[in-house]
């Protein structure tokens, strides 16, 4: 058998890297043949996909080079780029992917000897950890795969069962009430998207509140957990089609809301924020016992700095009493800290173990409210970019994107961890990003509706310590 | 009337192991109900009402490859693929409800239509005896009853198992298969008389009826009536509910693989998807969701029975079950039932 020669996938700018390389070439400077290089425009264009394909196709390291900081062709690409990868950094380090395997760098077009000595580094390195047989495996895997085990979640029966008593309305409901009756009959809005209690089942579902005469069907209490701001995008076309809306929002809702006003999905005056002071709702309706016992809360309510809403048109009840911060970490926290002091070898099992149960059935984004394009990545299969089926590589390659596509805009509502049929911790990834949101950018998503998201900005002191 | 004990079921299940017969059914997994298949006997559970999977699993699993192709400068070459193993395997499943079963005949209807067989299910299906159990309680969501079944209904079963007082079966052969298992296993099975456990009937959703929908469906006037969109504007489209249902089996086709070579995979889809129904063109026939939460009701009530001329809906209750914002596919039925009321009137 032939001896194992590393593959590395380069990903280099045409305008700097890729000159840089050509010069290397034109002067009969020598490196090691193992690099594939792909020529792109700009370090901007290089999408975290790009690299997830590149292991798919039997890479064992990937290179990523461009213009320094400053020479960009298209003054900022690379820029962009740098955010882009901190946070692309941050969730591969997060999922056990040795950081070694994944290199960046700035080579302009005179660095040709730079070039070529990073290129026999980073070989040697890569020849150093050996074949990447953790990720080639999955596709073996896949080829093997036909049919799925499923193991679900506790979400199952939805109704809460009869003879336990149902939780008390909050003080303020019929206060909603009335400014929902107000709004519609002035014709100020076309429709309250609510809360109300299901015709058949004792559980509460969101309600779209049309007319005057049906806003007793309002209701607020502790099992108010969905968020409601997934029906504000345009991808809701039937909410949509009803006129504008006014929305009843806890805080964690108007978080997310923000998102939205700050990403131009909604116009501020294209909807009436009904904000609600909350003292906490519960994960699982069905799991209510006849009160909000500290284990039924949602992991969303620990250490929430928003009962009462920060953003809104009319904030409706009492200004919640401050509750006091809970001592220490929360629990995804310290999830989070105790995975990062493993190994990448262990965080790697960890996450494939999860992974593996994956059905591909993308309730994940569809429950997501911040996943609102018309179009996602996983319909596009010219190339397909995310392989469609349940195998354990199709479903390591979606959970990338969907947790890259969410960096610094998640605002943590869990949604995404409830819908789960199959129980992946899915908010801990998003959680993960947006401590590096935090740590290198200073920035929490969720508060500021004037504030430009991290991944659509870049600042030029944007700091790092990985790119060569 | 021939009876199982439990002691004997043990021991069946025992002695089709050691066969290499694949035993389905039945247990607990991370606290969760489910069918799965089994090493031991003791990791049957028939406590729960009704499994979290359907049996659907593995007739029509979620992910299948097809064929392996290989493109080369000579051409094509094209190979059917192998099932792990070598060949499907050898299945009896063991404790499906009623509803599953019967939601195995409507898979059946459509993977038969027309003469166009799909050979992957036709083969499982061959390879597959279903032994069930019937139920002697529902919950909540159960509403069998509302669609023409029953807890004990023998549609789509083998063999049909019903609960004896004293914790054993009585068996009734339904189909040839059902008959030869018996003859074949006839050593656990024994005849005498059996006291069976008395049935609770989940309750017949009140004023709902099958046929008066199945009008009102037919009728394309009724296409954009408002029901549709009131009843399902706060529909996400995730798909639980089609992952779940016994009778779903859309399933859309993928190449998986290089330029060159590669697997041709069958998945499910559902038709919740907001591009399920797109056209190359760029125009979406169901570009909204309430539609697309139509096309299921009307897939249930009025396609199946139209042009299957079977079962679409088995009145297991997943959809609800799962359902992410709780829509229910009963408080439906009983709105249809009412919009058909409304337009007939009354003699």
């Given at each position: 058998?032939?001896?194992?020669?590393?593959?590395?996938?380069?990903?280099v700018?045409?305008?700097?890297?890729?000159?840089?390389?050509d010069?290397?070439?034109?002067?009969?400077?020598?490196?090691?043949?193992?690099?594939?290089?792909?020529?792109?425009?700009?370090?901007?264009?290089?999408?975290?996909?790009?690299i997830?394909?590149?292991?798919?196709?039997?890479?064992?390291?990937?290179?990523?080079?461009?213009?320094?900081?400053?020479?960009?062709?298209?003054?900022?690409?690379?820029?962009?780029?740098?955010?882009?990868?901190?946070?692309f950094?941050?969730?591969?380090?997060?999922l056990?992917?040795?950081?070694?395997?994944?290199?960046?760098?700035?080579?302009?077009?005179?660095?040709?000897?730079k070039?070529?000595?990073?290129?026999?580094?980073?070989?040697?390195?890569?020849?150093?950890?050996?074949?990447?047989?953790?990720?080639?495996?999955?596709?073996?895997?896949?080829?093997?795969?036909?049919?799925?085990?499923?193991?679900?979640?506790?979400?199952?029966?939805?109704?809460i069962?009869?003879?336990?008593?149902?939780?008390?309305?909050?003080?303020?409901?019929?206060?909603?009430?009335?400014?929902?009756?107000?709004?519609?009959?002035?014709?100020?809005?076309?429709?309250v998207?609510?809360?109300?209690?299901?015709?058949?089942?004792?559980?509460?579902?969101?309600?779209?509140?049309?007319?005057?005469?049906?806003?007793?069907?309002?209701?607020?209490?502790?099992?108010?957990?969905?968020?409601?701001?997934?029906?504000?995008?345009?991808?809701?076309?039937?909410?949509?089609?009803?006129?504008?809306?006014?929305?009843?929002?806890?805080?964690?809702?108007?978080?997310?809301?923000?998102?939205?006003?700050?990403?131009?999905?909604?116009?501020?005056?294209?909807?009436?924020?009904?904000?609600?002071?909350?003292?906490?709702?519960?994960?699982?309706?069905?799991?209510?016992?006849?009160?909000?016992?500290?284990?039924?809360?949602?992991?969303?309510?620990?250490?929430?700095?928003?009962?009462?809403?920060?953003?809104?048109?009319?904030?409706?009840?009492?200004?919640?009493?401050?509750?006091?911060?809970?001592p220490?970490?929360?629990?995804?926290?310290?999830?989070?800290?105790?995975?990062?002091?493993?190994?990448?070898?262990?965080?790697?099992?960890?996450?494939?173990?999860?992974?593996?149960?994956?059905?591909?059935?993308?309730?994940?984004s569809?429950?997501?409210?911040?996943?609102?394009?018309d179009?996602?990545i996983?319909?596009?299969?010219?190339?397909?970019?995310?392989?469609?089926?349940?195998?354990?590589?199709?479903?390591?390659?979606?959970n990338?994107?969907?947790?890259?596509?969410?960096?610094?805009?998640?605002?943590?509502?869990?949604?995404?961890?409830?819908?789960?049929?199959?129980?992946?911790?899915?908010?801990?990834?998003?959680?993960?990003?947006?401590?590096?949101?935090?740590?290198?950018?200073?920035?929490?998503?969720?508060?500021?509706?004037?504030?430009?998201?991290?991944?659509?900005?870049?600042?030029p002191d944007?700091?790092?310590?990985f790119?060569? | 009337?021939?009876?199982?004990?439990?002691?004997?079921?043990?021991?069946?299940?025992e002695?089709?192991?050691?066969?290499?017969?694949?035993?389905?059914?039945?247990?607990?997994?991370?606290?969760?109900?489910?069918?799965?298949?089994?090493?031991?006997?003791?990791?049957?559970?028939?406590?729960?009402?009704?499994?979290?999977?359907?049996?659907?699993?593995?007739?029509?699993?979620?992910?299948?490859?097809?064929?392996?192709?290989?493109?080369?400068?000579?051409?094509?070459?094209?190979?059917?693929?192998?099932?792990?193993?070598?060949?499907?395997p050898?299945?009896?499943?063991?404790?499906?409800?009623?509803?599953?079963?019967?939601?195995?005949?409507?898979?059946r209807?459509?993977?038969?239509?027309?003469?166009?067989?799909?050979?992957?299910?036709?083969e499982?299906?061959?390879?597959?005896?279903?032994?069930t159990?019937?139920?002697?309680?529902?919950?909540?969501?159960?509403?069998?009853t509302?669609?023409?079944l029953?807890?004990?209904?023998?549609?789509?079963?083998?063999?049909l198992?019903?609960?004896?007082?004293?914790?054993n079966?009585?068996?009734?052969?339904?189909?040839?298969?059902?008959?030869?298992?018996?003859?074949?296993?006839?050593?656990?099975?024994?005849?005498?008389?059996?006291?069976?456990?008395?049935?609770?009937?989940?309750?017949?959703?009140?004023?709902?009826?099958?046929?008066?929908m199945?009008?009102?469906?037919?009728?394309?006037?009724?296409?954009?009536?408002?029901?549709?969109?009131?009843?399902?504007?706060q529909?996400?489209?995730?798909?639980?509910?089609t992952?779940?249902?016994?009778?779903?089996?859309?399933?859309?086709?993928?190449?998986?693989g290089?330029a060159?070579?590669?697997?041709?995979?069958?998945?499910?889809?559902?038709c919740?998807?907001?591009?399920?129904?797109?056209?190359?063109?760029?125009?979406?026939?169901?570009?909204?969701?309430?539609?697309?939460?139509?096309?299921?009701?009307?897939?249930?009530?009025h396609?199946?029975?139209?042009?299957?001329?079977?079962?679409?809906?088995?009145?297991?209750?997943?959809?609800?079950?799962?359902?992410?914002?709780?829509?229910?596919?009963?408080?439906?039925?009983?709105?249809?039932s009412?919009c058909?009321?409304?337009?007939?009137?009354?003699?």
């Amino acid at each position: 058998m032939a001896k194992w020669e590393p593959k590395i996938v380069a990903f280099v700018c045409n305008w700097c890297t890729y000159a840089g390389a050509d010069l290397a070439g034109v002067t009969r400077t020598q490196y090691r043949p193992n690099v594939r290089i792909v020529r792109v425009p700009c370090t901007g264009r290089v999408d975290a996909q790009f690299i997830i394909k590149a292991f798919e196709s039997g890479a064992d390291g990937v290179l990523v080079s461009g213009c320094h900081p400053g020479d960009c062709h298209y003054i900022s690409g690379n820029l962009h780029a740098k955010r882009r990868w901190i946070f692309f950094k941050g969730l591969t380090d997060f999922l056990g992917i040795e950081p070694e395997r994944i290199q960046y760098a700035w080579v302009s077009a005179s660095e040709a000897n730079k070039w070529a000595r990073m290129v026999d580094a980073v070989t040697e390195t890569v020849r150093g950890l050996g074949p990447f047989t953790r990720y080639h495996a999955l596709r073996q895997a896949a080829s093997e795969q036909n049919g799925t085990t499923m193991i679900w979640s506790e979400a199952w029966l939805p109704g809460i069962p009869d003879g336990v008593p149902l939780p008390e309305e909050a003080a303020f409901v019929p206060l909603l009430r009335e400014k929902a009756r107000e709004l519609l009959e002035r014709g100020e809005v076309k429709v309250v998207i609510g809360y109300g209690w299901a015709r058949r089942q004792r559980r509460v579902v969101p309600v779209f509140i049309t007319k005057p005469d049906d806003v007793a069907r309002l209701v607020f209490n502790p099992l108010c957990v969905n968020n409601l701001a997934v029906y504000l995008p345009r991808k809701q076309q039937d909410v949509a089609k009803m006129g504008k809306p006014a929305i009843v929002a806890k805080g964690c809702d108007i978080k997310t809301i923000v998102v939205l006003l700050q990403e131009e999905q909604i116009a501020r005056d294209g909807v009436v924020i009904l904000g609600v002071s909350c003292s906490g709702v519960v994960y699982r309706q069905e799991l209510w016992q006849g009160k909000l016992a500290p284990d039924l809360l949602s992991p969303k309510c620990a250490g929430c700095d928003v009962k009462t809403p920060h953003v809104a048109d009319c904030i409706i009840g009492e200004p919640a009493p401050s509750a006091p911060e809970p001592p220490g970490p929360s629990e995804a926290q310290r999830q989070i800290e105790a995975l990062d002091r493993k190994s990448p070898a262990e965080r790697w099992e960890f996450w494939k173990d999860h992974f593996e149960r994956c059905i591909k059935c993308y309730a994940c984004s569809q429950v997501c409210p911040l996943c609102y394009c018309d179009r996602c990545i996983t319909e596009k299969n010219n190339p397909q970019w995310v392989e469609t089926s349940a195998h354990p590589q199709g479903n390591f390659s979606w959970n990338v994107v969907r947790a890259i596509h969410l960096a610094g805009r998640c605002t943590y509502c869990g949604e995404c961890d409830r819908a789960c049929p199959v129980n992946i911790p899915l908010n801990l990834l998003n959680r993960k990003l947006g401590m590096v949101s935090e740590e290198s950018f200073g920035y929490r998503s969720g508060y500021d509706e004037k504030a430009h998201p991290p991944m659509v900005v870049f600042h030029p002191d944007d700091k790092e310590n990985f790119i060569r | 009337m021939t009876r199982l004990t439990r002691n004997n079921l043990d021991r069946w299940v025992e002695a089709l192991l050691a066969e290499r017969i694949r035993v389905v059914g039945p247990v607990m997994q991370a606290g969760q109900p489910v069918y799965a298949p089994i090493s031991r006997p003791s990791a049957l559970d028939f406590s729960s009402v009704i499994p979290r999977n359907s049996i659907k699993d593995f007739l029509f699993p979620q992910t299948e490859t097809v064929m392996l192709y290989t493109i080369r400068k000579t051409g094509v070459e094209v190979t059917d693929a192998k099932p792990a193993g070598g060949e499907f395997p050898d299945t009896v499943i063991l404790g499906a409800r009623p509803c599953d079963a019967a939601g195995m005949t409507s898979l059946r209807a459509v993977f038969t239509w027309q003469g166009e067989e799909d050979p992957l299910f036709l083969e499982r299906l061959a390879r597959t005896t279903v032994v069930t159990l019937a139920c002697v309680r529902g919950d909540a969501c159960c509403f069998c009853t509302s669609v023409g079944l029953a807890p004990d209904a023998p549609a789509g079963s083998d063999l049909l198992l019903r609960e004896t007082v004293d914790g054993n079966f009585s068996v009734e052969a339904v189909t040839d298969k059902g008959t030869h298992l018996l003859a074949r296993w006839a050593q656990y099975f024994e005849e005498g008389a059996e006291t069976l456990r008395p049935v609770i009937p989940p309750p017949v959703i009140e004023r709902s009826n099958v046929e008066k929908m199945l009008g009102w469906l037919s009728d394309p006037a009724n296409y954009s009536h408002e029901v549709w969109s009131e009843h399902a504007a706060q529909c996400l489209g995730c798909g639980a509910c089609t992952y779940v249902c016994p009778t779903c089996h859309c399933f859309d086709l993928t190449d998986e693989g290089t330029a060159y070579q590669g697997d041709r995979r069958k998945n499910w889809d559902a038709c919740q998807f907001d591009h399920f129904a797109a056209h190359a063109s760029g125009h979406n026939p169901r570009a909204l969701q309430s539609q697309r939460w139509r096309n299921r009701f009307m897939c249930k009530f009025h396609f199946y029975p139209t042009k299957f001329s079977a079962a679409g809906c088995v009145g297991c209750g997943r959809c609800i079950r799962v359902c992410y914002v709780g829509l229910d596919i009963a408080e439906m039925m009983e709105k249809v039932s009412a919009c058909a009321d409304r337009q007939v009137p009354d003699a």
